[in-house]
């Protein structure tokens, strides 16, 4: 089936997770914050802010636990 990774593929993996995660929120939520500090289509904007921040938090949460796979 799947073998645990070792301590450089944990790294590189992690790092992968990252980026992907910082690509996100830099994609959806920084465009949202901008409309939520301007007042313009607040419930939308909050609504994406939140969901892209949880996102990102959720993929940095899962990078920590690929590094922590020893």
Known sequence: MLKK???NQSVYLA???????VGQFVWMGTPALD???AL?????SINTFVISLIF?????????WVLDSE
Do not use: E, H
Request: glycine share 8%.
């Open 35 to 37: 409309k939520v500090y």
């Open 5 to 7: 990774p070792n301590q």
């Open 56 to 64: 990102y938090g959720i993929l940095t949460l899962l990078g920590y």
């Open 40 to 44: 313009v289509d607040l419930p939308n």
């Open 15 to 21: 790092a992968v997770i990252q980026s992907i995660a």
